[in-house]
């Protein structure tokens, strides 16, 4: 009979409800792990993710000769970690004379390898090379936002594939209310070739424009590279579907008579009944003939009293 251990302890309790599905998770942790060589330029590269991201990010510095992403039985220390730190997103980065300055960027379900991208890493500039004012600098923990470049992220599949790894990767906690005043950053993410993406970050930094809108300017402060699509694999059909339940309670109820348009919003349709108004009976005494015989009364048109004939006395 299989023996299931209970927390003992009010921190051990914590700690597992902190892991346990919830309906409405919270921001995704990412993972940032080294293989078995790393050249200088994903050193710096894996660096400055967890810089972008240090309000939700794990850092493992030591490196790791038994991961070996897209191989069988190269994935379990990845899922064992993934476990472990409670990441559903991680990245790993390695070097080799084969694939050089690799960096793998994958998201994984209930703690199993959900898809992966793998990318070359050319032309990297750390923000160290960036000089810019330093009070127009992100705050840690902002919401960026996100533009994508090209059509090719619409039409191609591995493109399509990484604006959805990176979305996930920089996209931070899901938030149902948001302060414009507090965006200070833009990923910027153009589709130079059918396999190969520039991505850079930069600074939003307002001006005035004579108007209660201001006009917004972009600064770069990094980082910027190019990133150069070498494989990638998609989730398995039954583990996307899995991932795409929702549970019950978060499922909108259809509302009765109601529909949505874009320019005019909710829009609600009332049924009322035919008012039969000829039918329907009058009160005898009414406050407008009350009205009307008053102003009459003092007016002086009122009703004329007629004397009525003394009764004649029999003789």
């Known amino acids: 009979m299989l023996h299931i251990k209970t927390p003992k302890t009010g921190r051990a309790r914590r700690e597992l409800k902190k892991i346990a599905p919830k309906l409405v998770e919270t921001g995704k942790k990412t993972l940032i792990l080294h293989g078995t060589k790393t050249s200088n330029v994903i050193n710096n590269v894996l660096t400055e993710i967890y810089h972008l991201k240090k309000d939700n990010a794990v850092k493992y510095t030591k490196r790791n000769d038994n ?13 064992f970690y993934s476990l472990k730190t409670d990441c559903s997103l991680f990245v790993f980065g390695s070097h080799s004379k084969k694939r050089p300055d690799n960096l793998v ?9 959900y898809d992966l991208v793998e990318v070359g890493v050319e032309n990297f500039k750390s923000m160290l090379s960036f000089s810019y004012d330093k009070k127009f600098a992100p705050l840690i923990g902002s919401k960026p936002f996100f533009a994508f470049i090209g059509e090719g992220f619409e039409n191609v599949e591995e493109l399509k594939h990484i604006k959805e790894v990176l979305l996930d990767l920089f996209n931070g ?39 209660i809108v201001p006009r917004m300017e972009l600064v770069e402060v990094g980082p910027s590279m190019d990133l150069v699509i070498r494989r990638h694999r998609l989730a398995d059909e039954s583990l996307r579907k899995q991932s795409l339940k929702t549970a ?9 008579n109601v529909s949505r348009d874009i ?27 009350k009205r009307e015989r008053r102003e009459a009364k003092t007016k002086g048109v009122g009703k004329t009293h007629v004397d009525k004939k003394p ?3 029999d003789s």
């Open 248 to 256: 019950p309670e978060l499922k909108m109820r259809k509302e009765k």
């Open 173 to 211: 906690q899901v938030v149902t209310n948001l302060n414009l005043a507090g965006l200070d950053r833009v990923f910027v993410c153009t589709a130079v070739s059918s396999n190969k993406v520039f991505f850079t970050h930069c600074a939003l930094r307002m001006k005035k424009s004579g108007t």
């Open 67 to 79: 991961i070996r992403p897209f191989e069988s039985g190269g994935e379990t220390s990845l899922e």
């Open 311 to 313: 009764k004649q006395q």
């Open 263 to 289: 320019i005019e919003g909710k829009i609600g349709k009332v049924y009322i009944p035919d008012q039969q108004v000829g039918s329907v009976p009058l009160p005898n005494k009414s406050k407008g003939l």
């Open 105 to 113: 960027i994958g998201r994984t379900y209930d703690h199993h390898i």
